[in-house]
């Protein structure tokens, strides 16, 4: 081994760089404690982490329209000839779930790891449908914990979509009957809004991953009814009844916001009222509300 001893001269150089270094991180940490808010250095690391501890979480927040108008054109894998066109509702169009959970994280929601989207088919019913689609655990996942996280801003309910449109366009009956019949009338116009918009629209990925088959009473033929036993038969007929309601309501109020072309399609309208129907979820005490990837929950 060999050990060098350094000299007198080394030494002293080397003490004089020690200095001028502490000098520099001397400075260095005055600049940070001068340009850092002072209450973080008059409390203690215990009363800096509870004060963390008591800061609620900063949320994201739901891009705007115009923000997520332009995500859709710039990431959508569609053509652009495609771009014109309307949402397909026919049984057997495939549902997008690709461009919804994309569209999702654009939007900022916030899904739990342990989720999953499952596939299942579903009965044909003597004719191709696309499959069903709903949330899986895919991991063991500890009680209470949170599952989703959906901005207020994405969430569609029957109030706001009442504030937006106007009041004036419901049957009458609906304000004598069941509360939500109400809401659930103007989220059924909003939705046909919403498809009158195609791409445009900011809830187009949405909507083009929602079910296209339902095996709900607004959907059955008057064959249907007859193979049901007859409490069975006649709750379906009701729901049959109540989407003619619904259906004539746009002719009889004369609804400004939608074409003759949307009020005279019977499909896309079953198709409308059947979402609102299935999917909608009790908001507060007399509101319903449509909200996106929360309704993959089998509810």
Request: negative net charge; contains cysteine; proline residues 7%.
């Amino acid at each position: 081994s060999l050990l060098v001893k350094p000299t007198a001269e080394a030494a002293a150089a080397a003490a004089a760089v020690a200095t001028t270094m502490m000098l520099f991180f001397l400075t260095i940490i005055t600049i940070a404690i001068l340009s850092t808010p002072s209450q973080s250095f008059l409390t203690t690391p215990q009363q800096q982490r509870q004060q963390q501890r008591q800061q609620p979480q900063q949320q994201p927040h739901f891009s705007s329209v115009s923000r997520v108008s332009t995500w859709l054109y710039s990431s959508t894998n569609a053509n652009a000839n495609a771009n014109t066109m309307l949402i397909d509702i026919e049984e057997t169009a495939e549902r997008d779930m690709t461009t919804l959970e994309n569209w999702a994280m654009e939007c900022g929601v916030q899904r739990n790891d342990g989720l999953a989207i499952n596939q299942e088919q579903s009965p044909d019913h003597g004719r191709e449908i696309a499959p069903d689609m709903s949330f899986v655990a895919q991991d063991n996942i500890p009680a209470d914990s949170p599952l989703l996280w959906v901005s207020e801003e994405m969430v569609l309910t029957g109030n706001k979509a009442q504030q937006e449109l106007g009041e004036g366009y419901a049957p009458m009956e609906l304000y004598n009957d069941d509360p939500l019949l109400l809401p659930q009338f103007y989220l059924f116009l909003k939705l046909l809004l919403e498809y009158e918009q195609g791409p445009e629209s900011p809830y187009s990925p949405w909507l083009n991953s929602l079910p296209r088959f339902f095996a709900n009473g607004a959907s059955m033929t008057d064959f249907c009814y007859g193979s049901l036993p007859p409490y069975a038969a006649q709750v379906s007929l009701e729901e049959k009844q109540l989407l003619q309601q619904f259906h004539s309501a746009l002719f009889k109020n004369e609804v400004p916001f939608l074409s003759m072309e949307t009020k005279q399609n019977w499909e896309l309208c079953t198709w409308a009222y059947s979402v609102v129907r299935t999917r909608g979820l009790l908001y507060g005490d007399n509101d319903v509300c449509l909200a996106p990837m929360a309704d993959l929950f089998n509810h």
